[in-house]
Structures are given as structure tokens and as C-alpha cells.
């Protein structure tokens, strides 16, 4: 079974701390993908990783950026954390050799509270 | 561009009856659409998709789900309701961004089953 980690279920920051959330899949998948998840607004793309040090924006990446050294490892930063960043963070892998038709696995996510 | 679309926020059944989740997408060329469901407090878990071939896809957890081209819909389905399918669940469609696909979410509908 893939699995997907990522490093805290719950995280409490103050408002202009730098901030690191970090992903790890163990299935050797080359596509990752971090969202942010708030209710009524469904699943957000922030970033996504291609392979090991390619990323491109997704639909809301202001605030955030994103780091792949690792093929394993994909870390989202909150350059400088504000309150409207408070949500529920999730991570994504997936095979890219079947990128259109193929299924996601979801790490069980970060709830980031910024104060 | 390619969008899905999840008319209701929430639907609510009673155990043991027929459950239907609705969705409808927007593409150019033939879709290729998936569901998810997320249990309170974690990740998404696929549940099923649909590709190419049969209408009636069948997936996890006894769910399935029905593929009209002409009415561009893609119901989830399940003959018997259990109160352990509450859940919140979203339709997505593999969406072309940057050389790859990028799966689009719905919003996503929150299913209620009463005892």
C-alpha cells in the first residue's frame, strides 16, 4: 500500500513565523501535490511537483513556496505566516507514468492554526 | 476549461436506503473523472474513476458510479446506505496544466446517513 506521511496532524504558529510542513510517500511516485482545504471551497492546488527539484503554481500559491530535493520529500513553507493561512494542508502523490487517468493518495493532513 | 461541479452541499439518507451524489463536469475531449471520500479528521481515499468503456463503474466500499455522456454526469451510486458512509466526498476531472494533468476538485458534498 502507498503511504503518505506528513509530519504533524495538528500545528499551532503565530502570525509572521516561518512555518514548514513537510510530506513523504514511500512508493517512489514522481508527482507530489500540496492543497490547502477549507469549507466551501473544497481542495485548492498550492503547488505541484513534477519530479525531484520541478515545481509549478497551482490555483493559490501567494504566501507559499516549496521545496523537492528529495524524491520521497515534498515540504510546503509559509514564508511568513498570517492568520488567513489557518486551514487544513494536504499532501498527494501520484505515479506520473499514468498522470491523466491515474488516482491520487492523500497523506491524513496538517490543521495549521496561525494566531 | 475544464470544471466539476457538486450541486448540493449535503444530502441526507436513511440507513439501508439507495444514496446518490451528484456530479457534473465540463471538458473538451473526453473526460476522465474520479470520486474520493474523506472520512472526518483524514486524507482523501479514492474511491473510483472512470476512463473509457462501461458507463457503471464499480469502486471501494460498495459505491459505483454512473458515466452519461449526454447529460455530462458522473452520479455516485449505492444501493444501500450504511451510517459509516458519512463522509465528505468529492468529484474530480483530470484537467491539462503545465505538460501534465492536474486533477480538478468539486467542492464536494457531505453525506449524511441517519439510523
Known amino acids: 500500500d502507498v503511504k503518505v506521511t506528513q509530519s504533524s496532524r495538528y500545528l499551532v504558529k503565530r502570525t509572521g513565523e516561518k512555518v514548514f510542513l513537510e510530506c513523504v510517500q514511500d512508493?517512489?511516485?514522481?508527482?507530489m501535490f500540496w492543497y490547502r482545504q477549507d469549507p466551501g471551497l473544497g481542495l485548492r492546488l498550492i503547488y505541484f511537483?513534477?519530479?525531484?527539484?520541478?515545481?509549478e503554481k497551482g490555483d493559490i500559491p501567494e504566501g507559499y513556496s516549496v521545496s523537492r530535493e528529495k524524491k520521497e520529500r515534498f515540504s510546503l513553507i509559509l514564508e511568513s505566516a498570517s492568520t488567513n493561512q489557518t486551514s487544513m494542508y494536504l499532501c498527494?502523490?501520484?505515479?506520473?507514468?499514468?498522470?491523466?487517468?491515474?488516482?491520487?493518495?492523500f497523506g491524513p493532513g496538517t490543521r495549521l492554526t496561525v494566531t | 476549461a475544464q470544471s466539476v461541479a457538486q450541486p448540493e452541499d449535503q444530502v441526507n439518507v436513511a440507513e439501508g436506503n439507495p444514496l446518490t451524489v451528484k456530479c457534473t463536469y465540463s471538458v473538451s475531449g473526453n473526460p476522465y473523472l474520479f470520486w474520493y471520500v474523506q472520512y472526518p479528521n483524514r486524507g482523501l481515499q479514492f474511491l473510483l474513476k472512470y476512463i473509457t468503456g462501461d458507463n457503471l463503474v464499480k469502486g471501494s466500499y460498495g459505491f459505483e458510479a454512473e458515466f452519461n455522456k449526454s447529460q455530462t454526469s458522473f452520479h455516485l451510486k449505492k444501493p444501500s446506505a450504511l451510517v459509516s458512509d458519512s463522509a465528505l466526498y468529492f468529484c474530480?476531472?483530470?484537467?491539462?496544466?503545465?505538460?501534465?494533468?492536474?486533477?480538478?476538485f468539486g467542492r464536494g458534498t457531505s453525506l449524511i446517513v441517519h439510523p
Open positions: 511537483s513534477y519530479d525531484v527539484k520541478m515545481k
Open positions: 474530480a476531472v483530470s484537467t491539462p496544466k503545465g505538460g501534465s494533468y492536474i486533477p480538478t
Open positions: 498527494a502523490s501520484r505515479n506520473q507514468q499514468w498522470a491523466r487517468q491515474g488516482e491520487q493518495y
Open positions: 512508493m517512489d511516485h514522481e508527482n
